[in-house]
């Protein structure tokens, strides 16, 4: 059977008709990979660290591969806020009005002459392709510590990966 041990809502009758941004689902086997290898954590089956770490990992596949809203199954798109280091919470739309894809996590305050990816200038399209280039083996995220459970989780985590590929021609 097709499917991804990580994440939820990838494939199966939920997702025939998904509309997928770069044309169909993406494949995980890779970065799979490097989270199995790397990771310093396993999770007992079932336990809510381990439901957390593959919410996230669903919740970021949506993100970043599908085009319409009305295929997100992690969240309410109508009440989801997103957060960064404290800054001020986004909604989808203003998340989408920024270019979607890493945009919301990389803004910045610095002059744009010191900037080296630019959010304000990068599309969901143009961020996608420097980050995949550059790295190839994609991102491995995993939960460290879980402080609350649902409806609002707090967590602590590890997000990493390898500079293997130019980014942005350089």
Known sequence: MEGDKYRSYLHGEGELNTNWRYGGPPNYDIVNKLFEDERTKVWPPGSLEEKVQNLVKSWEMEIFHKASLEDFKTIDVNKYTFSLNGRKGLTMMEIKKLG?????????????????YDPEKETDESSHKAFVTAFPRGFAFEVLKVYTGPPEIVLKFRHWGYNEGPFKGG
Not at 100 to 116: A, D, F, K, V, W
């Open 100 to 116: 979607g894809g890493y945009n919301p996590q990389l803004q910045t305050s610095l002059p744009q002459e010191l900037r080296c």
